[in-house]
């Protein structure tokens, strides 16, 4: 099985400042068609996850721009270009090329 | 507009069989490349996937809950269905259900969820 760790756990951000979060899998994630199978999702307090990024680095429709995902092979960051008070939340990585399995989580609070 | 709607039972005794019905819309399944999965979530611990059927009926499974879990698709009704045999109280959570789209290889529409609580 593919191991997603991600770092850190815990992130406290203040608003309008940039925060990254880093994501790294056990093997590589770039699939044999050139795409590498890692998104990232964001579970705010007392809702279902939301898809953020997907294929390592597109942002799925309606993301906000301030939202970046980076990385290749086992390596992964989601970049926060400025934080905002609505972007507090449990944020996960997960590797879909061989089924799927997620990262632990980083909590996203505001200072 | 995709939606997806998961139901079933709130309680379940361990050793029981839950049933977990997904009603959907916006979407069709009989088209590539889409896929329903659950994902379920413990309180307070970290997603973990379950299951995910596709639109020609392939299926996949997590490989330490292969041996409980069966999905099924119903084209006709807007319905996928989860079950998983000798509950334990270990799999009190929440269940989620989630639309795949292969193009973004990623779950892009989810379901509000369902918390179901094993307890005698």
């Known amino acids: 099985d593919i191991v997603m760790t991600q770092s850190p756990l815990s992130l406290p951000v203040t608003p309008g400042e940039p925060a990254s979060i880093s994501c790294r899998s056990s093997q590589s994630l770039l699939h044999s068609n050139g795409y590498t199978y890692l998104d990232w999702y964001l579970q705010k307090p007392g809702q279902p996850p939301q898809l953020l990024i997907y294929l390592a680095f597109n942002r799925a429709p309606g993301v906000p721009d301030r939202f970046s995902g980076s990385g290749s092979g086992t390596d992964f960051t989601l970049e926060i270009s400025r934080v905002e008070a609505e972007d507090v939340g449990l944020y996960y990585c997960k590797q879909a090329l061989q089924r799927w399995t997620f990262g632990q989580g980083t909590r996203v609070e505001i200072k | 507009q995709i939606t997806l709607k998961e139901s079933g039972p709130t309680l379940v005794k361990p050793t029981q069989t839950l049933t977990l019905t997904c009603t959907f819309s916006g979407f069709s399944f009989t088209s590539s490349p889409v896929g329903v999965g659950w994902i379920r979530q413990p309180p307070g611990k970290a997603l973990e996937w379950l299951a995910l059927?596709?639109?020609?009926?392939?299926?996949r499974y997590s490989p330490s809950l292969k041996s409980r879990l069966t999905i099924t698709k119903d084209t006709s009704k807007n319905q996928v269905v989860l079950t998983m045999t000798n509950m334990d109280p270990v799999d009190t959570a929440t269940y989620y259900c989630?639309?795949?789209?292969?193009?973004?290889?990623?779950?892009?529409?989810w379901g509000q969820g369902t918390m179901v609580t094993v307890s005698s």
């Open positions: 989630a639309h795949y789209y292969g193009d973004y290889v990623a779950f892009d529409v």
């Open positions: 059927v596709y639109w020609d009926d392939d299926k």
